[in-house]
């Protein structure tokens, strides 16, 4: 069929099957969102490999409506965490309110983010809510958010199977990032990831997570 091409499927037994699922599935329980980084220097080939996965991720109309901006820059970087931590200042102070700050409790989260400054590398994903074209016509994106998301979950999944740690950071409001990362009118920040090795006994919050059964209705 013109347009189209075979897809090579790699056949495996419902037991190899089972056993990647549990295999990752085991892995992936073990990860988790880390806020105290070393310094560790992760090579930028590393990084290239992690952004191929999160851009081969779906799409809508396989648009592709995203910008990664690696950042290993400790000048941009310094930028980022000042700017950061006025907002989060106004967050904790007042911006958030007590149900919000209650929830945050048990993450031990402040406003002031030194892993901004720590971390090797902050990918900042940027959304494109439109394409400009050659003619700076606007051209269409479709279900930009999702296929954004779903792109970073990728990268977070790819970070942890590669070795390293990461964590979801949403610094609000983020509009910052676009005139520090001299970004166009069409994208928008949308997450920012650090991604290094956890400091030396670095800790996280005893925190539990609810099961998938708990979180999920068979029919
Ligand atoms: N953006 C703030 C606050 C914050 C909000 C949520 I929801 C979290 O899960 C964690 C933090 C901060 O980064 O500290």
């Not at 799409?59 to 700017?83: D, H, L, M, Y």
């Not at 007042?94 to 409790?105: A, K, V, Y």
């Not at 509009?175 to 949308?190: A, D, G, H, W």
């Amino acid at each position: 069929m013109e347009g189209f091409i075979q897809y090579t499927f790699n056949q495996k037994s419902e037991a190899e099957i089972e056993n990647a699922a549990r295999t990752f599935a085991n892995s992936m329980a073990n990860r988790r969102s880390i806020r105290d980084f070393s310094d560790r220097a992760v090579p930028k080939e590393t990084i290239e490999l992690l952004l191929n996965v999160a851009n081969n991720a779906p799409s809508g109309a396989n648009k592709q409506p995203w910008t990664f901006c690696a950042v290993q820059s400790g000048e941009i970087k310094k930028q980022i965490r000042t700017a950061a931590q006025l907002e989060e200042y106004q967050n904790y102070h007042g911006r958030m309110g007590e149900e919000w700050l209650q929830d945050l409790e048990p993450l031990g989260t402040t406003w002031q983010k030194p892993f901004l400054e720590i971390a090797p590398w902050l990918v900042i994903i940027f959304k494109k809510v439109y394409e400009i074209g050659s003619e700076g016509e606007k051209n269409k994106n479709y279900y930009v958010s999702e296929s954004v998301g779903i792109a970073a979950g990728f990268l977070i999944t790819a970070i942890h199977q590669a070795g390293l740690v990461t964590l979801t950071h949403t610094p609000s409001p983020m509009n910052f990032l676009q005139s520090i990362l001299q970004r166009p009118v069409n994208e928008k920040p949308f997450l920012l990831l650090p991604v290094g090795y956890p400091a030396d006994g670095a800790l996280v919050p005893d925190i539990q997570k609810k099961t998938a059964d708990q979180n999920t209705i068979w029919f």
